[in-house]
């Protein structure tokens, strides 16, 4: 069996520190086959919560996957947001957007953060094309078998089941494209709270499945995290929440 604990919105500058300690402790006693955040690693974007959040991750033991959330774009500094989104991340670099290939299960990357939107609302989501035809084509060609796990911030669709809205720009038809390819879940944060819910797109079933908040940001439920387990082409979640 392999396990994965999925992460998401640390928010380093309003973290909960005993969340955090929390999990890293897990993380040390448990050893996962690998951590997937899916996204808002700092508050503010600032260079120091940045910094704050690659000390925390470089220190966990096993292999990490990245991916950008809306609140890791520079906040205050609009020649950056536009011209130099992801300069902040420094050393957590190597860990954005990293594909893992592990026994039974691949993990895909998919990008759902944009610099600007002709839209009000800057934080909700809109799928990457570039990324998208990367995502597909690595769950077309992933190996025959494995529970194919695509990454992301947004939710693609707002069929969550919790309050929190994504309102993700060609998240649906992301959705149908990835399904068509293969995959078997989204895995995907933003909304603060933990769901699983599975839709029929293109004529199979895929899952998406959010991970709650390990800040103090939280709505609905207390900080959260996903075990997942995948053995014999199958995917159980099982939602850990801090006493």
């Given at each position: ?14 973290a909960?520190?005993d969340a955090l300690d ?7 006693a448990?050893?996962?086959d ?12 600032r260079?120091?919560?940045f ?14 996957t ?17 011209f ?9 670099q ?6 893992i290939d ?8 998919l ?31 992933s190996t ?17 089941g ?11 038809s ?11 879940a989204v ?15 293109a ?39 801090l006493?």
């Amino acid at each position: 069996m392999t396990r994965l604990f999925h992460v998401s919105d640390l928010h380093f500058g309003r973290a909960d520190q005993d969340a955090l300690d929390w999990f890293a402790g897990l993380v040390e006693a448990e050893r996962p086959d690998a951590v997937i955040c899916t996204g808002d690693l700092t508050m503010r974007a600032r260079s120091a919560e940045f910094e704050a959040a690659a000390r925390w991750l470089e220190a966990l033991p096993v292999p990490v996957t990245v991916e950008p959330g809306n609140h890791d774009l520079p906040y205050f500094n609009p020649f950056e947001r536009m011209f130099r989104p992801y300069r902040r991340f420094g050393r957590v670099q190597k860990m954005i957007e990293r594909p893992i290939d592990l026994d039974g299960v691949t993990v895909i990357p998919l990008r759902t953060t944009a610099r600007a939107q002709l839209r009000h609302n800057w934080s909700w989501g809109v799928v990457n094309e570039k990324s998208l035809r990367r995502a597909v084509e690595m769950a077309s060609g992933s190996t025959a078998g494995h529970v194919k796990l695509v990454a992301a911030h947004h939710p693609l669709i707002d069929k969550t089941g919790v309050e929190g809205r994504a309102k993700t720009r060609r998240g649906l038809s992301a959705l149908k494209a990835l399904a068509e390819a293969g995959a078997d879940a989204v895995l995907t944060g933003h909304v603060h709270d933990p769901f699983d819910i599975t839709h029929d797109m293109a004529g199979r079933a895929i899952r998406m499945i959010g991970a709650g908040t390990l800040s103090e940001r939280v709505r609905g439920s207390r900080p959260s995290f996903n075990e997942l387990h995948v053995a014999e082409g199958a995917l159980q979640v099982i939602v850990r929440v801090l006493d």
